[in-house]
C-alpha cells in the first residue's frame, strides 16, 4: 500500500477554506485517493474519492495533479463543527473479491476556531 | 438505511471474562471489517469478510476471534484479553467492489480491560 503523508495539525479561522495536502510518492497505477473525516469517539466518515483530476461533492473539492504524486482536500469556509481529524488513503481498491483494506495513516487534525 | 449499528457502545471486563461485540448492517453489503483504535492514534485494520468468509487477518492473536454468521451480522469474540487491548473498536461495511469504494464505519464499541 502506498505510504502517505500529510500535516499534522493544522488551523483556521471560521468560514475560511482550508487545504490540505497529502504526499504520496509511490502511488500505483490502480489506486484510488480516498479522504476520511474522524471526530472524536466516533467513526471515521466518508469525504472525497478520485483518481485524477478533480472532483467535487457537497461537502469538498479533492484535486489531483497530473503525476498523481500528492492530492489536495480544500474544504470550502469551514465552520466549528468541521473540527476533526482527516485522513488521507490511498489503495487498490477494486482488488478480489475480497472487500478492501484500508490503511490508515497518522492524519491531519483541524482546528477551527471562531 | 445507512447505518451501522455497533453494540454495546461501552463494555469493561476483565482479564479472564469472555464477552462479544456486535455489529449490524441493513444496506446489503457483503463486505465486514473489524477495526481497532487506540487513543489519539488511526484505525488498524484487524479482519475483513467477504461473502461471510474470513479475506483477511491482519496477524491479530487468537484471543479476539471473527464470526459472521450472515450478511448483516458481525460478531468479534473476546477471550483472555489484556490490558493493552483496551481501544475503540469499529466495525465497517462495503460492497465488496463498487464505485465508490467507500466504507461505512459504526460508532464503535470502547473497551476496556482491567
Known amino acids: 500500500l502506498a505510504k502517505t503523508t500529510q500535516p499534522i495539525s493544522m488551523d483556521s479561522y471560521e468560514g475560511q477554506e482550508v487545504n490540505i495536502t497529502c504526499s504520496h510518492n509511490?502511488?500505483?497505477?490502480?489506486?484510488?485517493i480516498t479522504w476520511y473525516q474522524q471526530f472524536p469517539s466516533q467513526g471515521p466518515r466518508f469525504i472525497i474519492q478520485?483518481?485524477?483530476t478533480k472532483v467535487t461533492n457537497e461537502v469538498a473539492s479533492l484535486f489531483i495533479p497530473a503525476d498523481r504524486k500528492s492530492s489536495t482536500l480544500s474544504l470550502p469556509r469551514v465552520s466549528l463543527s468541521d473540527t476533526a481529524v482527516y485522513y488521507c488513503l490511498v489503495g487498490d481498491m477494486v482488488g478480489s473479491n475480497s472487500g478492501y483494506a484500508l490503511n490508515f495513516g497518522k492524519g491531519t487534525s483541524l482546528l477551527v476556531t471562531p | 438505511d445507512t447505518e451501522v449499528t455497533q453494540t454495546p457502545k461501552h463494555l469493561v471486563m476483565g482479564m479472564t471474562n469472555k464477552k462479544s461485540l456486535k455489529c449490524e448492517q441493513h444496506?446489503?453489503?457483503?463486505?465486514m471489517y473489524w477495526y481497532k483504535q487506540k487513543a489519539k492514534k488511526p484505525p488498524e485494520l484487524m479482519f475483513v469478510y467477504s461473502y461471510e468468509k474470513l479475506s483477511i487477518n491482519e496477524s491479530v492473536p487468537s484471543r479476539f476471534s471473527p464470526e459472521c454468521p450472515n450478511s448483516s451480522l458481525l460478531n468479534l469474540h473476546l477471550h483472555a484479553l489484556q490490558p493493552e487491548d483496551s481501544a475503540l473498536y469499529l466495525c465497517a461495511s462495503s460492497q465488496v467492489s463498487e464505485e465508490p469504494y467507500e466504507q461505512y464505519f459504526g460508532p464503535g464499541t470502547r473497551l476496556t480491560v482491567t
Open positions: 478520485g483518481y485524477k
Open positions: 444496506m446489503g453489503h457483503r463486505a
Open positions: 509511490n502511488i500505483a497505477t490502480n489506486d484510488y
